[in-house]
């Protein structure tokens, strides 16, 4: 098989903390020497068995990032991987733990620090989506995007949702969205993923998303496959992802060419990669061995995502002119990126 880490990439739905390599996370929790019973597994991996665990494994990670002033060291990592599987650009989900409460200040110096993080890294340029995280509730989801929104904005371009889709609804979540959508952020939401159609409907009614994180369970009704097609809604698809949390016994079951064959907007993505042992290189080897895709869909995908990505049209100018030039292929000036 030819080596598609070189194949320039698109990325939009990726956690920050949830791709945190685990080798951080010890250095980390040791020298703040905070409790990580249970996390890794005897290969030094995150250590999880189900959704329930893993989401449960990912709090767990997340509190050596209570200090705002890691951000950096963890942008700068995930960011390099990242480059190394030839992603140029990506959207980053931000979900510090419990949102910082409210703390302004804090919110402020995990942003500035991711910032810095990301000015770090060459070759890739990425946004930033802070989320919002379902199963803590919606008291601390408003007051986390109230939070979110009186700061600067930096890289922000977006806003969405995360967490277990089995707890409250989206529209406990509407105010929410409102405020991010009336400050000017595009909004996205984690949906069918463990919930069903009905749970992307109401992220569509309710949320007025324009993405869906997932949304891979809408193929379970063909009414609402069309109509993701008709509205234009694009899907961030994470098949590794979906395997390893045992939505599907395989890449061939998993719902990802049906979707896109029904004309949905489908992009790749690999969610919380050292979770799930996963990498881009890794999810486009997948879709080739079995789905045989090759030059031509992996150029749509990078289209598509970048018609979907939430960054402004200069950046988008910028990308477009990567994918003739090929990820390896960059000009430094290009590298830098305007700031759209
Ligand atoms: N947070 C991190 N990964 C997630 C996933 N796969 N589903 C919901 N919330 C998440
Ligand atoms: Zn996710």
């Known amino acids: 098989m030819t080596d598609l880490r070189a194949v320039p990439k698109i990325e939009l739905h990726l956690h920050l903390e949830g791709a945190a390599p685990p080798a951080l996370v010890r250095r980390l929790g040791a020298e703040q020497g905070k409790d990580l019973t249970g996390l890794f597994d005897e290969t030094g991996g995150y250590a999880w068995s189900d959704f329930t665990t893993f989401l449960a494994a990912y709090e ?9 002033e890691t951000y950096a060291d963890l942008t700068e990592a995930v960011l390099l991987e990242q480059a190394a599987n030839g992603v140029v650009y990506s959207e980053i989900f931000l979900s510090p733990p419990s949102l910082f409460g409210g703390d302004c200040g804090r919110w402020e110096a995990m942003r500035a620090a991711a910032e810095e993080g990301a000015d770090r890294v060459q070759g890739i340029d990425c946004r930033f989506i802070p989320v919002v995280i379902r199963h803590h509730g919606p008291e601390l989801a408003l007051t986390g995007t109230l939070t979110m929104l009186k700061a600067p904005r930096g890289r922000i371009r977006g806003f969405g949702m995360a967490g277990d889709e089995r707890a409250f609804q989206p529209q406990d979540f509407a105010g929410c969205f409102a405020r991010a959508r009336e400050a000017g952020l595009r909004l996205t939401a984690h949906a069918g993923e463990f919930g069903g159609p009905e749970s992307v409907r109401a992220a569509l009614d309710d949320l007025h998303v324009e993405r869906i994180g997932h949304g891979v369970r809408a193929i379970e009704d063909p009414a609402l496959v069309a109509r993701l097609a008709a509205e234009s809604v694009t899907l961030e698809v994470c098949p590794g992802s979906n395997l390893a949390l ?47 895709w090759g030059d031509a869909d992996f150029e749509t995908l990078y289209r598509t995502a970048l018609d979907a990505a939430f960054c402004g049209p200069e950046t988008k100018a910028a990308l477009a002119r990567r994918l003739d030039g090929g990820a390896r292929s960059l000009s430094s000036a290009e590298k830098e990126g305007p700031r759209a």
């Open 60 to 68: 767990t990670m997340s509190k050596v990032f209570e200090d705002p």
């Open 246 to 292: 045992g939505l599907y016994p395989s890449i061939a079951a998993h719902p990802v060419a049906p979707l896109r064959e029904a004309g949905c907007r489908v992009t790749i993505s690999t969610d919380d990669p050292p979770f799930f042992r996963d990498t881009m290189t890794k999810e486009y080897e997948a879709l080739s061995k079995t789905f045989g």
